[in-house]
């Protein structure tokens, strides 16, 4: 983890008030991570960090374009990504970060590392099913696509009438009205 070392703050020289930091986040942020459903990612991270006497309050904004494989054709298309998270940091007597939007450091620290936040509010800005924009709008060409069309059901399935339903069914039908 020295390599994310880039992505600690040490908040203790800073003055009460706003200041903002940017990151340029690429492939080798996920390589520590050892994520790698992303192809290529260009991504802008502004994190506004606001100290306060008692608190900070952390601001994530991230924008960009992450290159991914669509599930369907699992053609690589470039996804937007454009996102934000909100963090307040406190002060307690031990660690605790089991609420997602509190975080709570012991007394005594004077730096933060927001590598995992930013991991995580990139990795959930992502679209849980990734189509690629060529399938919706109808201009990809792809083998896969063609095969799915044609292994696909035909449309023009007749509707069953009344006339061809079994009378049996009707029978049946009955039982559940004549409560």
């Known amino acids: 983890m020295k390599a994310?070392?880039?992505?600690?703050?040490?908040f203790v020289g800073l003055k009460i008030g706003e200041h903002h930091f940017d990151f340029q986040i690429d492939n080798t942020f996920f390589e520590h991570f050892e994520y790698d459903e992303f192809n290529a990612v260009d991504i802008n991270i502004d994190l506004k960090f606001e100290k306060k006497s008692t608190l900070l309050?952390?601001?994530f904004s991230a924008e960009g374009l992450v290159n991914i494989d669509c599930d369907?054709?699992?053609e690589p298309y470039d996804q937007s990504i454009s996102d934000s998270f909100k963090l307040v940091v406190k002060f307690g007597n031990e660690y605790n970060d089991d609420n997602e939007?509190?975080?709570i450091v012991p007394h005594?620290?004077?730096?933060i590392n927001v590598a995992q936040y930013i991991y995580e509010l990139i990795v959930l800005a992502v679209p849980v099913k990734r189509v690629h924009?060529?399938?919706?709008?109808g201009t990809l060409q792809s083998d896969i696509l063609s095969k799915l069309e044609e292994l696909s059901p035909n449309e023009d399935i007749k509707t069953k009438s009344s006339e061809d339903i079994d009378p049996r069914w009707n029978n049946l039908k009955k039982l559940l009205t004549d409560k």
């Open 57 to 59: 309050e952390l601001h």
């Open 108 to 111: 005594g620290e004077y730096e």
């Open 72 to 74: 369907i054709t699992n």
């Open 4 to 10: 994310l070392k880039s992505y600690t703050i040490p």
């Open 101 to 103: 939007d509190i975080l």
């Open 133 to 137: 924009p060529g399938i919706e709008d």
